[in-house]
C-alpha cells in the first residue's frame, strides 16, 4: 500500500452528501469539485437513483410536514416530540423552553435523513416516557391532568389533536384541492 492510499481519508456516503449538499447551499462550486475530485465513487453513487431509492426511507420525509407528529412513522425526531409538547399546552407550537430541555438531557441516537442530507436525532422512547415527560414538573404535571398512561397513548392523542384540528383541516383542503 503506497502512502497515497494511506493518507487518502475515507468518509461515508451520508457525510460526502452532508458536505456536498452544504457546499450547494452555500454555492461553492470549488468545494464541490474538490468533493468530486478526492472521493469519485461516492460521486458516483450519489448519482445512482436506484441505489439513492434503495437508501431513502419514507420517514425522512417528516419536513414536509406542519406536525410530523400525524406520520405513522416509529422515529422520535425533535418536531415529532415538540408536537407531543405542542399537544399538552393545547397550542400549534411547544414553547421554546422544551428543545433545550430535549436536547441537552435526553438519549438519542443519530440517523442519516437522506432527504434532507442531515444528520438528525431520533430520541429514545423510554428515555423520553421518563425523564422528558415525566422528569420535568411542568409536562409531568399536564400528563398527569389528563391521565396519560404511556408514550404511545400521548402520541395518539398529539396524532388526532393535529389531525382533527381545524388548521390541520383547513391546509390540508388547501394542499389537496
Known amino acids: 500500500m503506497g502512502t497515497d492510499e494511506k493518507s487518502k481519508q475515507q468518509i461515508t456516503l451520508e457525510d460526502y452528501l452532508q458536505y456536498y449538499h452544504i457546499a450547494y447551499k452555500r454555492n461553492n462550486i470549488k468545494a464541490m469539485l474538490e468533493l468530486d475530485k478526492r472521493f469519485p465513487e461516492l460521486s458516483k453513487l450519489s448519482s445512482d437513483k436506484d441505489y439513492m431509492a434503495k437508501k ?4 425522512d420525509e417528516e419536513w414536509y410536514y406542519i406536525h410530523p407528529i400525524v406520520m405513522d412513522s416509529t422515529r422520535m425526531s425533535e418536531m415529532r416530540v415538540l408536537d407531543m409538547v405542542a399537544y399538552l399546552y393545547c397550542q400549534n407550537e411547544a414553547p421554546s423552553q422544551f428543545t433545550n430541555i430535549l436536547k441537552e438531557k435526553i438519549l438519542y441516537r443519530t440517523i442519516f435523513n437522506y432527504d434532507t442530507d442531515r444528520y438528525q436525532r431520533d430520541y429514545n422512547r423510554e428515555a423520553l416516557w421518563i ?8 409536562l409531568c404535571q399536564r400528563i398527569k391532568q389528563r391521565r ?6 400521548l402520541e395518539y392523542r398529539a396524532t388526532e389533536y393535529f389531525e382533527n384540528g381545524p388548521s390541520y383541516r383547513a391546509r390540508k383542503k388547501f394542499f389537496y384541492l
Open 148 to 153: 396519560i398512561k404511556s408514550l404511545s397513548e
Open 56 to 59: 431513502a426511507n419514507w420517514e
Open 131 to 138: 425523564y422528558f415527560f415525566n422528569g420535568v414538573p411542568e
